[in-house]
């Protein structure tokens, strides 16, 4: 089993290197979309394999609550060793998951230092998210966003076709 | 007994960081000055005033701390400033970047309060 920090520094060194790469020198949210949207379809596919290779007791989940609990327990554990802190839903589709310290943020600080950066860090995570639903049936759309480091909340919202 | 002041410095002699305690006294000479002075390094020694902790890492991090002389050895506390705090939160903070003075605010409060935890350190100099 490989150390877990191994992940950690490698996901620095994608966010970084796609801001360096990044040809639109434009700081905000227009000019970020790019980086943001490789990184979350990197995690996409990261999160497509992880749902399919992760051992489960049932193979079938009785319903989409299910799923999200999977993702929650099951996968959070897999990719950060912890388990998501919170869920909920309005029982319509939409589901908020919230991670109240978050690995790939604890280290960053404790509050508002380095707010504005907090989104390209989570980005990955987001497509990880969409990916492993994706495996398991469920086509979504995943955002993200943080209020104060090192809590964060993802909104999963399903796509109904 | 108490803690007076720390020093970060990289091998390259970059000032990362700095905080005080309880300084009695300023040098008279300025910040940067002090940095060089402070770096070119013992062991450890004495003054009959205050006592100057140094430890170091293969990886050329140095840690300086100066007390009363009331504080016996330290070495496991410098180490955990190096590997629980240093390493911790500025090595693995993808938004530090290394050889510069460290901004993170996170790194500062935890180090203040795991200082100010020690048994050495007391709330009033002296």
Same mark, same amino acid.
């Given at each position: ?16 290197? &796609? ?7 434009? +700081? ?24 399919? /290779?992760?051992?489960? !007791?049932? &193979?079938?989940?009785? !319903? !989409? &609550?299910? %799923? ?22 309005? #029982?319509?589709?939409?589901?908020? $998951?919230?991670?109240?310290?978050? +690995? ?16 390209? *860090? ?10 492993? $639903? =994706? ?27 | ?14 000032? &990362? #960081? @700095? =905080?005080?305690? #309880? ?26 005033? @205050? ?21 016996? +050895?330290?070495?496991? %506390?410098?180490? #955990? ?29 935890? $180090?203040? =309060?795991?200082?100010? =935890?020690?048994?050495? *350190?007391?709330? /009033?100099?002296?």
């Amino acid at each position: 089993m490989a150390d877990a920090v191994l992940f950690e520094f490698l996901h620095t060194e994608m966010v970084a290197e &796609l801001w360096a790469q990044d040809p639109d020198p434009d +700081p905000g949210p227009g000019g970020q979309k790019m980086s943001l949207s490789v990184l979350e379809g990197m995690g996409f596919r990261v999160g497509q394999a992880m749902a399919e /290779r992760l051992p489960r !007791e049932t &193979l079938a989940f009785r !319903e !989409e &609550l299910d %799923v999200l609990k999977f993702l929650c327990k099951d996968l959070w554990v897999a990719v950060f060793q912890k388990q998501m802190d919170s869920l909920r839903t309005n #029982h319509q589709g939409t589901y908020v $998951l919230q991670d109240n310290s978050f +690995p790939l943020l604890i280290r960053m600080s404790s509050g508002l230092q380095y707010l504005e950066e907090a989104p390209k *860090f989570l980005a990955f995570t987001c497509g990880i998210l969409r990916g492993a $639903l =994706s495996t398991l049936g469920i086509k979504s759309l995943v955002t993200a966003s943080v209020a104060a480091l090192p809590a964060c909340k993802f909104q999963v919202v399903i796509q109904r076709c | 007994m108490t803690v007076h002041n720390l020093y970060l410095f990289d091998r390259n002699g970059v000032c &990362l #960081h @700095y =905080s005080e305690w #309880h300084r009695k006294k300023q040098a008279g000479i300025s910040k940067e000055e002090e940095y060089k002075l402070m770096k070119d390094g013992f062991l450890a020694f004495q003054t009959s005033r @205050y006592k100057l902790h140094y430890y170091e890492t293969p990886t050329g991090i140095k840690v300086v701390m100066n007390t009363d002389l009331g504080v016996g +050895p330290i070495r496991d %506390v410098l180490h #955990h400033i190096y590997s629980a705090l240093y390493v911790e939160l500025v090595v693995k903070n993808p938004l530090c970047p290394l050889g510069q003075t460290v901004q993170s605010e996170l790194f500062r409060s935890r $180090l203040d =309060s795991y200082i100010r =935890s020690l048994p050495f *350190f007391s709330a /009033r100099a002296g």
